[in-house]
């Protein structure tokens, strides 16, 4: 059964934020709805393919948001980390110094980002591009977070299978 709201500004929103693994309880509170709801658009894109993984029902008691970086972003010319991604992943030379921006920083701003991965671009190109490396990196269970409203990181554990399958440093 559909939901009602599947379709919608709401229900949209919800399903593309889940696929970003934002919790069912943060996106029930964020558009006020009741969680069944949430919970219903959520069960419904993942029984349609829209979404990969289930997220989890909230955040972990005490968790906090991790703080992105604020210092400017400085990557060295490393055309070898950049042709492995290439090699490994399919990545482009874009999402390359993406990924290589990521696993330097503990977790990084938007605007860091873009002034880095494509400056000449509109700012919206990182979200188009974190997208399109998740679905590349999904099958190498090496996942990209999204920092709500802030940016993205990527694990300890992801940074850790990515190199092991493309060898050498960021």
């Known amino acids: 059964m559909n939901h009602p709201l599947r379709g919608t500004f709401v229900g949209n929103s919800i399903v593309r934020l889940a696929d970003e693994g934002v919790p069912i309880g943060a996106l029930s509170r964020t558009f006020k709805i009741p969680y069944d709801s949430a919970h219903g658009i959520v069960r419904q894109a993942l029984e349609d393919g829209m979404i990969a993984d289930m997220p989890q029902a909230d955040w972990p008691a005490g968790s906090r948001l991790r703080t992105p970086t604020t210092k400017p972003i400085r990557l060295e010319a490393r055309p070898d980390f950049l042709m492995n991604c290439k090699a490994a992943f399919g990545l482009t030379p874009a999402e390359g110094r993406l990924i290589q921006c990521l ?5 990084c701003t938007k605007p860091h980002l873009h002034a880095v991965v494509a400056p ?4 919206k190109i990182i979200d188009v591009f974190v997208c399109k490396i998740r679905a590349k990196l999904r099958k190498f269970q090496v996942r990209i977070e999204t920092i709500w409203g802030q940016g993205y990181a990527m694990p300890e554990e992801s940074k850790r299978q990515l190199m092991a399958r493309i060898g050498g440093g960021p």
């Open 120 to 123: 000449e671009a509109e700012p």
């Open 103 to 107: 696993m330097q920083a503990r977790a």
